[in-house]
Every structure is written in structure tokens, then in C-alpha cells.
Nanobody, 122 residues
Framework: QAQFVESGGGLVQPGGSLRLSCAAS????????IGWFRQAPGKEREGVSC????????YYVDSVKGRFTVSRVNAKNTIYLQMNSLKPEDTAVYYC???????????????WGQGTQVTVSS
């Protein structure tokens, strides 16, 4: 069974940056499209980005386009989410997961990990 472990979150001021990491065991990430999701307090979990397994094409929701960059390092079996120009509305727990295809919002394939908290506040 695949297990995903997210890390790299923290408290950052508006305009700051963070790089999240998504490591996995029990699965080879290069074989799957991988999505980044987030869940803010009182809201449903939403997809924010994903990266294809075939050619590493990246996709983003409009609210993070130009600020977030997803990438993969297959040798490390790790996916990254570089987040720049962070805004208070980016505050959420961030998760990664394998997804059925490289589109935002499609279902995840595995159980959810613990996520990593990102808090953007002055």
C-alpha cells in the first residue's frame, strides 16, 4: 500500500516562499500522475496542482498560477511544490497523492497522509 509523506510546511509572512516535499513508499512515483491538494479550515480539500507521469507536464488552478511550481525528481521518488509570493489565503494543510490522470480535481488513488501545515500570516 502506498504511503505519502508531506513535509516542508511552516509559518511564513505574506510574500514569502516555501518548498513542500512529497515522498512516498510502496509506490514508484514516476509511474503516476501526482496531485497536490490543500484543505483550509472549514473547507473541503481541493486540488491545486498536478504533474503528469508521462512528460512531467504541470497543471495549476488559477489561484496559484505563476506562483507555484510542481516538479519531480524520480531518482529520489519525490515530488516538490515550490510556493512563492504566498498569500494568507494559501493557508491550509497540503497533501499529495497519486491521481487517476493529470487533471486538477480528479480522485486520489491512495490513502491520505498527514499533510503539512502551511500558514501565511504577518
Amino acid at each position: 500500500q502506498a504511503q505519502f509523506v508531506e513535509s516542508g510546511g511552516g509559518l511564513v509572512q505574506p510574500g514569502g516562499s516555501l518548498r513542500l516535499s512529497c515522498a512516498a513508499s510502496g509506490v514508484t512515483l514516476e509511474h503516476y500522475a501526482i496531485g497536490w491538494f490543500r484543505q483550509a479550515p472549514g473547507k473541503e480539500r481541493e486540488g491545486v496542482s498536478c504533474i503528469a507521469n508521462s512528460d512531467s507536464t504541470a497543471y495549476y488552478v488559477d489561484s496559484v498560477k505563476g506562483r507555484f511550481t510542481v516538479s519531480r525528481v524520480n531518482a529520489k521518488n519525490t515530488i516538490y511544490l515550490q510556493m512563492n509570493s504566498l498569500k494568507p489565503e494559501d493557508t491550509a494543510v497540503y497533501y499529495c497523492n497519486a491521481i487517476v490522470t493529470s487533471r486538477i480535481g480528479v480522485p486520489a488513488l491512495s490513502y491520505w497522509g498527514q499533510g503539512t501545515q502551511v500558514t501565511v500570516s504577518s
